[in-house]
């Protein structure tokens, strides 16, 4: 995502024409990206509230990936 970003910035110092095609595909890039940092930000959310309110350590321990995190949450939240 990071490397996308970068991407984004190099493209809007090119100034591209504001009809054309290449200043669309910015802005809808700039769109997407958003789009996935705001559902980030939800997810971190959701992940502390539940492991707040169920009482497990705040802590992530560095060897637990994100799918293992998202794995345990689709399964606690199945199982209720």
Known sequence: MMEMGEGLC??????FEKDGPLFRFEREVSEVLEFVYQTQKELAAYIFTYKRANGVSLEVERRESFDQIWQSLSHATLSH
């Open 10 to 15: 190099k493209m809007r110092k090119m100034e």
